[in-house]
């Protein structure tokens, strides 16, 4: 990739693998910064977190700019090369989003600086917010496995649970943004929308390849199943517990836009509830307890109904999608771990899903009965 900067010169813009390296990063982003700050800005210190998101690269940074220093966070969109998980990437988008939701709702988002919708830095768009002092419940190992969130007390994780849910509420009361999200068809509610774009993501991810007979049943099932609401809210979408970072269980960050939409409220109620179990029944193969009592489906309902004064309903159907939603991805990333010869191609393409007996029992109606 070629790009040509402001002085004219050309610029190669170094593919995935030099952007792993924190002196080029701090290079490139210090002499982006002066550009837009003035001589005496500089970014002094790049570290790149071991458990990164597969999706956009998260860069920590130190900088300094008008003569105060900050600790800031870098989002970098993926480049091509790195056959990134969804098909398109719009940071730019993202950052206007985020404005949008701390215009009109009140939940705690870093402060947001710049928006760079250019590739000539990095190689890539990015963006840059203030970096948040907080802890945000692992996904590797998972946090019901043992983390600060298991040793918490019951009345801890209650307090998550219910802050939680007052993330998700808040965010549905903002009214729907005109733009910054897809919004459905004439004719189309937004939760066929919703489904008719992971059914192109899904088409997408197994083109040209072997796809899985659970992922097709389980869209038959989508589509016959789907509610008739017209519903259509702001939803965050990503959310889960594992993109909110805490302060004394208490959420101090709400993380991870990039699956925002229009749609019903359950899309995001379902999608805490059932990552959450999907984390559970995790432990259950690892022949241990988890955290049985955490963010359990009639608790999350009660809670949002509590809180809200709208009892969630069809909970049924929306966490059987979000184990859709969360099988087409779990495909996806497990058809990038092939292409770059990091697994193996299963002889049964059902095996690319991790939660494969989850979803199943959830098809056949069999899943909440054992769910103690
Ligand atoms: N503003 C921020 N301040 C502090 N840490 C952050 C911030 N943004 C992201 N992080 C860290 O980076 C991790 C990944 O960020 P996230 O937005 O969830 O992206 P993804 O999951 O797509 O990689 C977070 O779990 C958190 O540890
Ligand atoms: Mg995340």
């Given amino acids: 990739m070629v790009d040509i900067d402001d002085a004219g010169k050309a610029e190669v813009a170094r593919p995935s693998e030099s952007r792993r390296d924190p002196e080029w990063l701090r290079d490139r982003l210090s002499e982006w910064i002066k550009h837009h700050e003035g001589e005496d800005a500089a970014v002094t210190e790049v570290t790149i977190p071991e458990s990164n998101g597969m999706s956009s690269e998260t860069i920590l940074a ?28 719009n940071l730019d988008g993202q950052f206007r989003l985020i404005e949008y939701v701390r215009a ?36 590797v190992m998972p946090y019901n496995f043992g983390s600060w969130v298991s040793e918490a007390t019951p009345e801890q994780r209650n307090q998550m649970m219910r802050d939680s849910v ?15 999200v897809s919004h459905p068809e004439p004719g189309e509610t ?25 992922i097709e049943r389980a869209f038959a099932w989508a589509e016959e199943n789907l509610p008739a609401t017209e519903d ?18 208490t959420p101090v960050a709400v993380l991870d836009w990039e699956m925002a939409t229009v749609g019903p409220r359950e899309l995001d ?11 559970q029944d995790l432990a259950a193969m690892a022949g241990m307890d988890g955290l049985p009592d955490f963010l359990r489906r009639d608790d ?19 966490t059987t999608y979000a ?23 299963p002889a049964d393409p059902d095996e690319m899903i991790l939660h494969r007996p989850t979803l199943e029992a959830m098809l056949n109606g069999t899943y909440w009965g054992q769910v103690k």
């Fill in 62 to 89: 130190k900088a300094r700019w008008g003569g105060v220093e900050r600790d800031i966070v870098v989002r970098v969109a993926p480049q091509a090369d790195s056959d990134p998980v969804f098909p398109s990437y």
């Fill in 104 to 139: 009109n709702c009140d939940i705690p988002l870093p402060t947001l600086w710049w928006s760079e919708p250019s590739d000539a830095a990095l190689g890539a768009p990015f963006f840059v917010m203030d970096r948040v002092n907080g802890e945000v419940p692992p996904d």
């Fill in 166 to 180: 007052r993330v998700l509420a808040q965010i549905h009361a903002a009214p729907a943004p005109a733009d910054l």
């Fill in 190 to 214: 937004a939760l066929a929308a919703h489904l008719r774009r992971l059914r192109e993501f899904y088409d997408w991810a197994a083109e040209g390849r072997a796809g899985s007979p659970l």
């Fill in 232 to 249: 259509a809210v702001l939803t965050w979408g990503d959310a889960r517990i594992g993109n909110i970072m805490y302060r004394d269980f």
């Fill in 269 to 279: 109620i379902a999608w805490m509830i059932f990552l959450h179990r999907f984390f």
């Fill in 300 to 318: 999350v309902a009660t809670e949002y109904l509590q809180q809200t004064g709208y009892r969630p309903t069809d909970l049924d159907f929306y």
């Fill in 323 to 345: 184990a859709l939603i969360h099988a087409v991805i779990m495909f996806r990333i497990q058809c990038r771990a092939i292409h770059f010869g990091q697994a193996q191609e």
